[in-house]
């Protein structure tokens, strides 16, 4: 029996996949009620609990609204998705529509339902495609943007179905917290999650806590620091780590900083040394058109995983005056924490979860670690036919530019629609300068350009297109192909480089070859690729062949070897995030839970005449009751909000030197909590006699409350990593010099 | 300590990871005491009575204090986690020689994951072949060297390789016990295994003691208790060394400005010096079993059988000291090394108050380190030296319950595993102070 061999091999399967065969069933029992279904005039409303019923009809629904009849195989992803299971659909499958059934499914069964996706420009494409699809199920739809303002926001939450992008819904999540008036808020209860692309939400973003900041004063950055780290030496006055996450002075760098400075002990003023890290930071680390971009006199920083401009986001604690000071731009205002969350706290909040992705199965593992999700595979509705040939490696990044350009020409002269995937800004228009010099006219598209993003999507698979691209083109955009290409071979794609995880590899060949289209995908490899320089930098790579090509077997290897150790680098990342930031959610959940007392209650006003009762009883002669439980509400609403972001850098500080605690043999997050719990319990205290003194001094007339100063709320977002143990395990340190030892 | 572990019984999801460690353990124990399948158990009895009274000390001193007896009852378990623990050793040796297991580890958890499936895997090797030397040596009547009787029932090769498939199981379960507790217990499974086992053998030890005289039996109670409290003292005090990151410049609320340090401990060394010590010791005792028969014995021969083979003679007690002492240096030295925790902070931004980051702050670890680990290593010498002195001074047991290495393994696990406990109390109790 196949079904036996089919559950053996789930079984065998680390994680398992989900049995399809219910899902099947139904499907198969909604095909019989087709004929019925169509002959309708008009479509009853779904019934949510009769799948089969609800199958046929939204499938006659997307017909008659959107011109798309469901395959068999989305409508098995749609209840795959019902069922709270990550859907894993090829690309060009139709995972849109299947989350828009799902979505709708949900919706009729009397849910609210989030769909999140990576950006904002699927969430509005989606919600206004499927928009008629809704609105002939009778479902309500909605969607939100970087630009929305407040009061589209709620509209769009109250509607059944929402669309918007993760870090959207996050700040939405987080100004709600920070809001001190009821009618304010925007947000409804968290209720379905149905995540689009669920692994780059679940799994990539998840690296990054979304962060809000409130503005405090200008940045005070000196352009004489960045002016004097200008003038220091890569490898001589400052190193850059492996990684390339950190920079350092030598200690010729800090003598000669000192000298610059006329100081004798540099590291004698905190704030000073600070300083010149941050400059050092922005000049050393953070390349303009990599990380960030300058536009209209601003700096605005590139999200790494998405190439995408972020609007709004800035870095942290001096780093963006920094960068400003760098590119010589007026400062602009700096940054403090006011609360965060991660992607995972925010997810999990739902009580109900669903995604979908082209790419589940590599990180199902970390998919049911993190979140307890498993993954169904759906099969693809036609087989997938692409070539994807074996990586081709080059000795030098130059090696490799030249073969592209070469292999871009042979397959322009014939006609073959191209996508050429690069890591960063920088790359693609360097590359698409090198193309332009060869006399090939090619489309860029990256941060800069993304307005156009839609335009140059629905060109780029017709005859003879050429279109460079960051890693925006990797998902959600369906590129079909023109009149005559099919016959060329479809669309081939190019990738500039592996990227630090096989599933972005999966993502950008998946961008060819939808829905049985043939195509092609091949990915140039050079073995000084940051990649491979960065995660294996002590593995010597073979030589290349007189072509510059690099044939060897081991090299094949390296390169498989450094995408894996980067995965690993940045699971670790994301299971530190979240180890460091669990106790924090918890505590954060107490906070709100009172916050939301005192927001919308008495209790505010009720503790303070209790604890302070002569000073209520003196001011109640003067000010009616409603205005002082006002002012009550305000006071200390303000204490716990300035006490919450204190508590969280508190939190912050501790956390970056969390990892010498293992030096005296201690586990540094058991020690991370041992020091927060006692630290909040301090931080309530301290909250309750603070708004007591407030009380007792502050100016309440019967027009309400004068404060000394208001939290203010723009917002930014950036990644902290968190070290747990650089040094390793006693054992590791003991092996380590043993094998310092064994090579001399 | 003992209101955090019966807070932790009100705490539902707490007291489900309590009662499944001690399910655990007590499965643990049980298999320790159940006779492997061919065994002849009154005999093995007779002669493990014979063995502990005798005079001869035995050669598998620490692995029989790791095993909690279990090893010469021939149980099911009586391989124990030493091969376990042998492997994980044999492989961290090999990452250092074969490059690809070196790859392997750099690619984080989906290669450590490898790594720890070869080790089983190893473990299952190591626990075959001994088994089979073990058997082999149960059969011949050697592993008693006194007792003549026959260990086995019969010498069938079905009832040897029985006993081997039986004793190789037995450690599989064991290397999967551990596991679970890791996972879904509190504590680190291993420790917990080992805590267990020698624990595991005080009860009948102290039996014996109070048999012997009421009053030796109170003694040895106040001194245990004593160093006990002694050994936590000394265990949980550490020099901390103050360090400022230098990485963000936002006026930030100091909390004392003291919680960010590297601790460094008074024992910074652990447990591992004594271990390496009393290992080195036992070589003099191999010398003379090995030499011993031989007809005229040398003199270096005989001076060594006098002087270095039981701990009541000042020779053995001074070299066990010196030993102590300085593998207490070496094993800081190997495993704290300043200069990379210098290179560490350096990068990170990290520096001391008024230290220059870089060798400046390798340097001054490096002073406060050797300066710390004095008290360190004396400590650790006296503490091991306890017993042997007791032994010396009272003619106690020689399997006096309260050595050196037993109390350490103690406290440390001990130690540990409360902290765990309190920590996740702390995480799971907030009801206590908000309102």
Known sequence: MASISDLFRRFLDRPGSVNLTPFLKVVAEAGKREERVKALDQLPPPPAGDLAEFCAIVREAADRTLGLRPYDVQLTGALALLAGHVAEMATGEGKTLSGAIAAAGYALQGHRVHVISVNDYLARRDAEWMGPFYEALGVSVGWIGQTSTREERREAY????????????????????????????????????????????????????????????????????????????????????????????????????????????????????????????????????????????????????????????????????????????????????????TVQGLITRYPQVCGMTGTAVAVGEQLREFYNLTVAVIPPNRACVRVDEEDRLFATIADKRRALVEEIAAAHALGRPILIGTLDVAESEELADLLRARGLECVVLNAKNDAEEASIVARAGEHGAITVSTQMAGRGTDIRLGEGVAELGGLYVIGCGRHASSRLDDQLRGRAGRQGDPGGSAFFVALDDD?????????????????????????????????????????????????????????????????????????????????????????????????????????????????????????????????????????????????????????????????????????????????????????????????????????????????????? | MLTAITRAFRTPDLRNKLLFTLGIIALFRLGSVLPTPGVHTDNVRRCLAEATQGEAGNIYGMVQLFSGGALLKLSVFALGIMPYITASIILQ???????????????????????????????????????????????????????????????????????????????????????????????????????????????????????????????????????????????????????????????????????????????????????????????????????????????????????????????????????????????????????????????????????????????????????????GALYLGLISMVPIVALAVAGASQNFPFGGTSILIMVGVGLDTVKQIESQLQQRNYEGFLK
């Open chain 1, 158 to 341: 109250a509607r059944q179905v929402t669309y918007g992008s993760v870090s959207e819904i996050g700040f939405d999540v987080l100004r709600d917290r920070l809001s001190t008036d009821v009618a304010d808020l925007v947000m409804t209860e968290p209720n379905v999650a149905l995540v689009d692309e669920a692994d780059s939400v679940l799994v990539d973003e998840a690296r990054v806590p979304l962060v809000m900041a409130g503005a405090t004063d200008r940045g005070g950055a000196v352009p004489q620091t960045a002016a004097l780290v200008r003038r220091l030496v890569r490898g001589y006055h400052y190193e850059i780590d492996d990684q390339a996450r950190n920079v350092y002075l030598t200690s010729k760098g800090i003598d000669a900083v000192e000298q610059a400075l006329g100081v004798t002990d540099l590291y004698g003023d905190p704030a000073q040394i600070t300083d010149v890290n941050l400059a050092l930071h922005a000049h050393a680390l953070l390349t303009k058109d990599v990380d960030y971009i300058v536009r209209d006199g601003k700096v605005h920083l590139i999200n790494p995983s998405r190439g995408r401009v972020a609007l709004l986001q800035r870095w942290p604690d001096g780093l963006q005056a920094a960068v400003e000071a760098k590119e010589a731009i007026p400062a602009s205002e700096t940054g403090e924490i006011l609360d965060s969350v």
């Open chain 2, 93 to 375: 040796l090999l990452t250092v020689v074969i490059p690809r297991l070196e790859a392997l580890k750099k690619e984080g958890q989906s290669g450590t994951a490898k790594i720890t499936q070869y080790t089983r895997y190893l473990t299952i090797g190591l626990a075959v072949l001994q088994s089979t030397a073990f058997v082999a040596l149960a059969r011949t009547g050697q592993l008693f060297q006194n007792c003549r009787e026959p260990l086995l029932i019969n010498q069938d090769p079905i009832t040897i390789i029985t006993m081997v498939i039986v004793m190789t199981a037995g450690t599989s379960v064991v290397m999967w016990l551990g596991e679970l507790i890791t996972d879904r217990g509190i504590g680190n499974g291993m420790s917990i295994l080992i805590f267990t086992q020698v624990v595991a053998v005080f009860p009948a030890e102290l039996m014996n003691i109070f048999r012997a005289s009421a009053w030796t039996f109170t003694a040895v109670m106040v001194v245990g208790v004593f160093m006990i409290a002694a050994v936590v003292f000394v265990e949980q005090a550490q020099r901390r060394i103050p360090v400022q990151y230098a990485k963000r410049m936002v006026g930030r609320r100091m909390y004392g400005g003291t919680s960010t340090y590297i601790p460094l401990k008074v024992n910074q060394a652990g447990i591992i010096p004594v271990i390496f010590a009393s290992s080195l010791l036992y070589l003099p005792q191999l010398v003379t079993t090995l030499f011993a028969s031989s007809e005229n014995p040398n003199a270096v021969v005989q001076w060594i059988s006098q002087n270095l083979v039981t701990g009541d003679t000042p020779a053995y007690m001074i070299t066990f000291f010196l030993l102590i002492v300085f593998f207490t240096y070496f094993y800081v030295s190997i495993t704290f090394n300043p200069v990379e925790v210098a290179d560490n902070m350096k990068k990170y931004g990290g520096f001391i108050p008024g230290i220059r980051p870089g060798r400046p702050t390798a340097e001054y670890l490096n002073y406060v380190l050797t300066r710390l680990t004095a008290p």
């Open chain 1, 531 to 744: 990649l491979i320089t960065q995660y294996a930098p002590e593995e010597r790579p073979p030589a290349p062949d007189a072509d510059g090509v690099v044939r060897h077997r081991r090299a094949a290897y390296l390169v498989g070897h450094a995408q894996r150790v980067a995965e690993g680098v940045n699971l670790e990342i994301h299971r530190n995030t979240w180890r460091y930031t669990r106790l924090l959610e918890k505590q954060r959940e107490l906070v709100l839970e009172r916050r939301e007392k005192v927001l919308r209650g008495d209790s505010a006003g009720d503790g303070l005449a209790e604890a302070a009762p002569e000073r209520w009883a003196e001011l109640l002669d003067t000010v009616p009751e409603e205005v002082l439980q006002e002012a009550a509400r305000a006071i200390v609403l303000y204490h716990l909000d300035r006490g919450w972001a204190d508590h969280l850098a508190f939190l912050n500080d501790l956390r970056e030197g969390i990892h010498l605690r293992a030096l005296g043999r201690m586990s540094p997050i058991d020690e991370f909590h041992r020091e927060a719990v006692p630290a909040y319990a301090t931080f309530m205290a301290e909250v309750e006699s603070k708004a007591l003194t407030t009380f007792a001094e502050a100016d309440i007339t019967a027009d309400g409350l004068t404060m000394p100063g208001e939290l203010k709320r723009p917002s930014s977002t950036w990644t902290y990593l968190v070290q747990d143990n650089p040094f390793g395990s006693e054992w590791d340190r003991v092996f380590k010099r043993i094998s310092a030892s064994v090579r001399g």
